[in-house]
């Protein structure tokens, strides 16, 4: 579509890893707006309240021409396939975001200068939650697809937007993609979470599941015939940490993420329950990981006479896309786009099962995310809206 040059004056780029995107003040206004309606919907998970994001979208859709599908997940829960047909049809791009935010805490949102659902801009920055996480990428694939529908020119290839439910949680969106027939089709991703708009063709994988250890109970005032749970408990959380400066390079890590033990003042605990989680480096895998748990905990049962038991919960394996793929050859003709790896896991972890060559690139920082005043640069936006445009030329 045609765009004038006198009014192309908002955003230009000209530091080191920065492209020279320009969007015009209007078009800048709009995509701020788009993505300020996105955050005014609490979609908060837990509890999963996509539904709110679902039905702006729907609309959005009809009122811009884009043809839109329904995928439900649960009985009031659903991904959106959102499809903007190419001059030719094989060979589609997938763009993939999450309709889902982390919840406000009444102690987080006591930390915020701003109403979290009130979204304003401050400081060239669109301040609320999920302004990077990840409304403002949301807003940008569909701003880019909308001026396409609006235009006479097709992109190049079909465009097809996967949004997804329970990113925050369990996958159970993206999970519920991978059975749908379109997966067969795709093979080109790209997912538009958070990363200041440093292209990730790596990230991390995690997996993590319930510990539970078994000890022995006795009456509290005689410690030397029970075995306290907890101090095993307390005893493997040390080992963790020599588990994680065993690795080299030393950036898969365990943690534990919640302890439960104890049911009376005067029983020694025999159960302790920890949850833990474990990111994995894409020199990794899930499965090398959780064997180096279990080496751990085999020596611990050994010195402590105890019993340990670890169920795997989940496994998202880490993913490498190889510097040569078309995909990233493209991203780096349209711009000098730095490098780095994803710290996170996202839907690409659970898609790529589908065969599908992921990277990630995206407004908004992740030092910014899951936590108060959580914002978004308007020029990150302005980049990542020019970008996914390009892309789908
Ligand atoms: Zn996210």
Redesign the pocket.
């Given at each position: 579509m045609k765009e004038s040059n006198e009014t192309e004056t908002a955003i230009e780029h000209k530091k080191a890893g920065s492209s020279p995107f320009i969007l015009s003040a209007e078009r800048r206004e709009k995509l701020i707006n788009l993505a300020s309606d996105l955050i005014r919907l609490p979609s908060e998970n837990p509890p999963g309240r996509e539904v709110l994001v679902e039905q702006y979208l729907i609309q959005y859709c009809e009122k811009n021409n884009l043809h839109v599908e329904r995928v439900p997940v649960t009985s009031n829960r659903a991904n959106l396939i959102i499809t903007l047909p190419g001059a030719k049809e094989n060979d589609p791009l997938a763009f993939t975001g999450?309709m889902d935010v982390v919840p406000v805490s009444s102690d987080e949102r006591s930390r915020w200068e701003t109403d979290p659902y009130d979204p304003v801009v401050q400081d060239d920055r669109l301040v609320g939650r999920g302004a990077a996480?990840?409304k403002g990428g949301l807003a940008c694939v569909l701003f880019a697809m909308s001026e396409y529908a609006r235009s006479s020119i097709p992109p190049s290839r079909t465009v097809h937007f996967l949004v997804t439910c329970d990113?925050?949680d369990a996958m159970h969106g993206s999970r519920a993609l991978l059975e749908h027939p379109l997966m067969n089709k795709l093979s080109d991703l790209v997912v538009c979470?958070?990363t200041g708009m440093t292209l990730c063709r790596s990230s991390r994988g995690r997996t993590f599941g319930e510990l539970v250890i078994r000890g022995k109970t006795a009456h509290g005032s005689r410690p030397g015939v029970g075995v306290n749970a907890i101090d095993i408990a307390a005893d493997i959380i040390r080992s963790l940490r020599t588990l994680n400066v065993d690795v080299s390079p030393p950036t898969s890590y365990w943690q534990p993420l919640s302890i439960h033990a104890g049911v009376e003042p005067d029983i020694i605990p025999d159960v302790c329950r920890l949850r833990l989680d474990c990111r994995i480096m894409p020199t990794s895998s899930c499965d090398h990981e959780i064997a180096r748990l279990k080496r751990m905990l085999d020596e611990i049962e050994r010195v402590h006479h105890v019993k340990t038991e670890f169920s795997v919960e989940d496994k998202r394996e880490p993913w490498t896309t190889a510097s040569n793929h078309r995909l990233v050859l493209r991203i780096h003709s349209l711009g000098a786009f730095y490098e780095t790896t994803f710290s996170g896991s996202?839907d690409a972890n659970v898609l790529r099962e589908a065969g599908l060559t992921p990277v990630i690139i995206g407004p908004g920082d992740l030092s910014d995310?899951h936590r108060e005043n959580e914002s978004v640069l308007l020029e990150d936006l302005g980049r990542a809206f020019s970008l996914y445009k390009s892309l789908m030329r």
């Open positions: 999450h996480d990840m990113e925050e979470e958070p996202t995310v």
